[in-house]
């Protein structure tokens, strides 16, 4: 850079406000992954789930125990995010140290990209923007799905670079870069790759809308400009030819998308998740109430394209449940990004959002931290009973739900899998749905104790259609097919059931009994 070039990038750096240094941006993008600083394994529901088919996929050649149990297949699927990277830095530096890390860049990159969106936008970044960083610890993302959520970090970085490239006029090479672009974020997941599309249809209808264009013309060019990410399209459907099952369905349910708007930011405490999530309704509501506020219309018309999407979307996807539920975060993010000032930015005003903003911003992740440490304190002092279990070790997981609905998210619901991550053993709360797994069970001696759902029951004063009771499930298991049942957060059963089986740890309400 010459002289007069860095000088230059010096005085439009200091001209900026507070908010939008680099310095306030880099901690914002750090902030966003210390939430996940202190757990050694991310306390998300589903993720030791997914880590258990990640040491399948590591050691399954080298591991007679996981090859009585396993088998592993590659395909050219749309959920492969994590699955590729653990299968680059697993082998350098181990299977929960490679894991931890990919999943703490997943809030980094995210983060990144919600700010480069917002930057080439509104060619400033809002002090409103930071309203949208607390959705990246969304209910998907704590949930667990972690290739979805990459898939998404991908697909915001992505748009931040489609934006610029259409602002600077490089539609050729935009064209050609989205190719290859489009094809990696699918393959992170399905999903992103169609959020993606979404946001760079939306976002050049309005930019050739902007030059002058008639709105069906330019929803036309816009169309012509994405199907350069087509490709995925044929891919997907090679991939359902080839997949049976996986149903799609339950669609138009208005009283589950309302549940998920309200647990946008579900984590333990369900009035202060509650009204984080109203804290964002405040915001966009005065952004149309106050006459400083307005919002882009680039912005504001692929959040309404997401909005009509999370609408149509039906709650369950090739099998997958939650569809629809996995969009809102991101939808309410867009929506926030998409707010700036109607005209010249209002020092005062600025700096008043901007330390609201950041104080959300603090809190939330604040409270993200205390509740991840707590379950990752809690998922620690149960692994312990992994100790008792020898190598290859059969494993029966009974995790209960309590009666009614629970707002803390279920986090030891999975657990169980941690059995084949230590022990090349087997557990059975793996997934068993075609096409989107690229694990598949051998070991089907357990009968219906095989598989996800059965680590999950009731209490047996709440019986429900999917789930056992715990007595239910402990009468009914399988003793010879197993060789510990691993009793998860289980507040009462019958004793009865387990005469017979020989207690070996204990924790709480957690209990750990040996079978032969």
Request: glycine share 8%; charged share 15%.
């Amino acid at each position: 850079m010459t002289n007069a070039a860095s000088d230059q990038a010096q005085a439009i750096e200091a001209g900026r406000p507070w908010w939008e240094s680099r310095v306030v941006l880099a901690l914002v993008i750090f902030a966003a992954a210390v939430p996940l600083l202190y757990p050694a394994i991310p306390p998300l529901v589903d993720l030791p789930g997914h880590m258990g088919r990640y040491r399948v996929e590591l050691d399954l050649t080298s591991s007679p125990w996981l090859q009585q149990y396993f088998n592993y297949h590659w395909a050219a699927i749309g959920n492969l995010g994590v699955d590729l990277a653990v299968m680059a830095l697993g082998p350098v530096i181990g299977l929960e140290p490679a894991v931890k890390l990919i999943v703490l860049a997943i809030p980094t990159l995210t983060a990144a990209g919600f700010l480069w969106v917002a930057r080439e936008v509104h060619g400033r970044i809002p002090p409103t923007t930071y309203f949208a960083i607390p959705f990246i610890y969304g209910h998907p993302f704590l949930f667990g799905f972690v290739n979805f959520a990459l898939s998404m970090a991908l697909a915001f970085l992505a748009f931040g670079l489609w934006l610029r490239l259409g602002r600077l006029g490089r539609t050729r090479l935009r064209s050609a870069l989205f190719v290859p672009i489009s094809v990696a974020v699918f393959f992170a997941h399905t999903y992103g790759w169609g959020v993606l599309g979404l946001l760079c249809f939306s976002a050049e209808a309005v930019r050739q809308h902007d030059r002058g264009v008639r709105w069906f013309k330019a929803g036309i060019n816009a169309a012509v400009q994405a199907s350069v990410m087509a490709l995925p399209i044929l891919i997907t459907i090679i991939w359902r030819t080839e997949a049976h099952g996986g149903s799609t369905g339950d669609w138009f349910n208005l009283e589950a998308k309302l549940l998920w708007v309200k647990t946008a930011l579900r984590d333990r405490w369900s009035a202060f998740d509650l009204a984080s999530v109203a804290v964002a309704g405040v915001v966009l509501a005065e952004a149309l109430r106050n006459r400083h506020l307005t919002f882009s219309r680039n912005l504001a018309f692929s959040g309404l394209v997401l909005v009509a999407a999370f609408l149509l979307i039906p709650r369950i996807v090739f099998g997958s449940a939650y569809a629809d539920m996995r969009l809102v975060p991101y939808t309410i993010a867009v929506l926030l990004l998409a707010i700036r000032f109607r005209g010249e930015t209002t020092r005062r005003l600025g700096t008043a959002l901007a330390v609201l903003a950041l104080a959300y911003v603090g809190i939330r992740l604040g409270s993200n931290t205390i509740s991840l440490a707590a379950a990752a304190n809690d998922q620690q002092d149960k692994l312990q009973a992994l100790a008792y279990m020898p190598e290859g070790s059969r494993v029966a997981g009974i995790y209960e739900l309590p009666c009614g609905v629970q707002w803390a998210l279920p986090r030891n619901s999975h657990l169980g899998s941690m059995v084949i991550v230590r022990r090349h053993g087997f557990s059975n709360d793996q997934w068993v749905m075609e096409g989107l797994n690229l694990l598949d069970l051998k070991y089907w001696k357990a009968g219906r104790f095989t598989a996800d759902p059965s680590n999950i029951v009731r209490p047996d004063v709440c019986p429900d259609r999917i789930h056992r009771t715990v007595d239910a499930a402990l009468a009914e298991l399988p003793r010879d097919s197993f060789d510990f049942v691993w009793m998860l957060d289980v507040a009462s059963y019958d004793p009865k059931l387990t005469t017979g089986m020989q207690p070996v740890w204990r924790n709480g309400r957690s209990i750990l009994y040996r079978l032969h």
